[in-house]
């Protein structure tokens, strides 16, 4: 298993629990967790918490021939597919799912400065893009007026909060201004999930946002 | 195969009513200053026999057991989070129809019944009622050493049991902040950051599970 240092939030944990998270930061939490254990045992923890509210939470009757109806369903249904083997490449299952592939099958774009992006597509206010940043590259100074969360699958990025490796997730929210840079050596290859659109503190990003839809 | 001395399980069919032993669970349909017990170890340990009785016997008996428990309070969850009366009911039936044909896959090392069931019944409300789709982490396949350790199953129940308990203890305003969380009527970014669940043991618990996992995988 990876080392990883840089967790999800138990807001971001429980949401997803509950099932109530933006389908884009589902799916950075989805590719996380099948990363990294110890969120994968907090989800748990958070789906065990939910078990039991929904067991307390009331019952209401069902119809009268509720269990023939499902009988019936479970005699009409395909047999469940198999499970899902395990990916080999960079990706883990949920975002190749959203590709279609690994990382070669990304159609990036080009954004300037070097940076690439693939926008995915999802439902709901929230945005959830694939970033390529070459090694050594920062990407712009940017604030965040709602939630961002960065996850690396490939390199590694440093601001002035910390380095992020493989596996680790950066939750930014309004209080963080930074330049992530990426580090030296390979390419950084980011899924990045936002909540609002990020404010760039120089002019020509924000010229730039206008096209590139960041 | 998991009785214990202190845990009694009953073979064969039983009347629906068996698991309440004298308290009628379904009659209770509002949350009430006094509270029920929280289901014991022994219950939770006889959903696990009993689905695993549907993965290796197609047991229906045991199915009907399960779905008079579980069925009426996913359609109390759902309505609870806004779902309408014949939406609820259609939602499950589908649960419980998954829980059928998914009963291979219930691994009570790494969950307890009900938490396996309320994943089946979030995910079926996604799809269903909400109508959106929902990625899921990738699943950790089984190792060579395919059943789960029993003590693991025994400890995980319990302690699914004591958060139960915890649960029903945390004072009002919390715990209903709690269950709006999960009945939907929160954000993500409007979830108390400090919930006041005692949260640790069971993730500790599942993390042992999963090293084992990854061990027996390599």
Redesign the interface.
């Known amino acids: 298993?990876k080392d990883i240092k840089h967790h999800l939030?138990?807001?971001?944990l429980?949401?997803y629990?509950?099932?109530?998270?933006?389908?884009a930061?589902?799916?950075v939490?989805?590719?996380h967790?099948?990363l990294c254990?110890?969120c994968?045992?907090?989800?748990?923890?958070y789906?065990?918490?939910?078990?039991?509210?929904?067991?307390?939470?009331?019952?209401?009757?069902?119809?009268e021939d509720?269990?023939a109806?499902?009988?019936a369903?479970?005699a009409n249904?395909n047999?469940?597919p198999k499970?899902?083997?395990?990916?080999t490449g960079i990706f883990?299952?949920?975002?190749r799912?959203?590709v279609g592939g690994d990382k070669d099958a990304v159609r990036w774009r080009s954004v300037g400065g070097g940076v690439k992006q693939m926008i995915l597509s999802?439902?709901?206010e929230a945005t959830v893009r694939l970033l390529h940043i070459p090694a050594g590259s920062a990407v712009p100074d940017h604030g965040h007026n709602?939630?961002e969360l960065t996850l690396v699958l490939q390199g590694a990025f440093a601001d002035h909060t910390d380095h992020f490796g493989v596996g680790d997730v950066e939750v930014a929210n309004e209080d963080l201004d930074h330049t992530p840079v990426a580090a030296e050596g390979e390419d950084c290859i980011c899924l990045a999930a936002t909540d609002a659109p990020l404010k760039f503190n120089s002019f020509l990003p924000r010229i730039a946002q206008k096209f590139v839809k960041i | 195969m998991f009785v214990q001395s202190e845990t009694q399980i009953q073979d064969g069919p039983v009347p629906v009513d068996h698991y309440g032993q004298g308290q009628n669970?379904?009659v209770?349909?509002?949350?009430k200053p006094s509270r029920v017990p929280n289901?014991d170890t022994s219950q939770r340990i006889a959903w696990i026999e009993e689905i695993f009785a549907i993965r290796d016997k197609q047991d229906?008996a045991a199915?009907?057991r399960l779905?008079?428990h579980f069925?009426?309070?996913?359609?109390?969850?759902l309505?609870?989070s806004g779902a309408a009366?014949d939406m609820?009911?259609e939602c499950?039936?589908?649960v419980?129809?998954t829980v059928?044909?998914?009963a291979?896959?219930f691994d009570p090392s790494?969950?307890?019944a009900?938490?396996?069931?309320?994943?089946i019944?979030?995910?079926r409300?996604?799809d269903m009622i909400r109508r959106?789709?929902?990625?899921?982490?990738?699943?950790?396949?089984w190792g060579p050493d395919a059943e789960p350790d029993q003590e693991d199953v025994i400890a995980l129940s319990q302690e699914?049991e004591k958060?139960?308990e915890a649960?029903?203890a945390l004072p009002e305003k919390q715990r209903e902040l709690?269950?709006r969380?999960?009945?939907?009527d929160?954000?993500?970014?409007e979830?108390?950051?400090q919930?006041g669940?005692p949260?640790?043991t069971?993730?500790?618990r599942?993390?042992l599970a999963?090293?084992r996992l990854?061990h027996s995988m390599r």
């Open positions: 298993m939030t138990d807001q971001l429980m949401g629990a509950a099932g109530t998270l933006p389908e930061f589902s799916l939490v989805a590719t967790v099948s254990d110890e994968r045992a907090r989800l748990a923890e789906e065990a918490v939910g078990g039991e509210i929904m067991m307390d939470a009331g019952a209401a009757p069902m119809a509720a269990l109806s499902t009988m369903l479970i249904a047999p469940a499970q899902e083997t395990r990916s883990p299952t949920p975002l799912d959203y999802t439902e709901g709602g939630t | 669970h379904n209770r349909t509002k949350r289901t229906q199915f009907a779905f008079a069925a009426p309070r996913i359609k109390g969850f309505i609870r009366d609820a009911e499950a039936q589908e419980l129809a059928w044909r998914k291979a896959l790494r969950a307890s009900a938490t396996w069931i309320f994943t019944a979030r995910n409300q996604i959106a789709r929902r990625p899921e982490p990738e699943d950790l396949p699914t958060l139960g649960i029903a709690i269950e969380a999960y009945f939907g929160l954000s993500h970014s979830i108390a950051e919930t669940l949260l640790g069971i993730k500790s599942i993390r999963l090293d990854r």
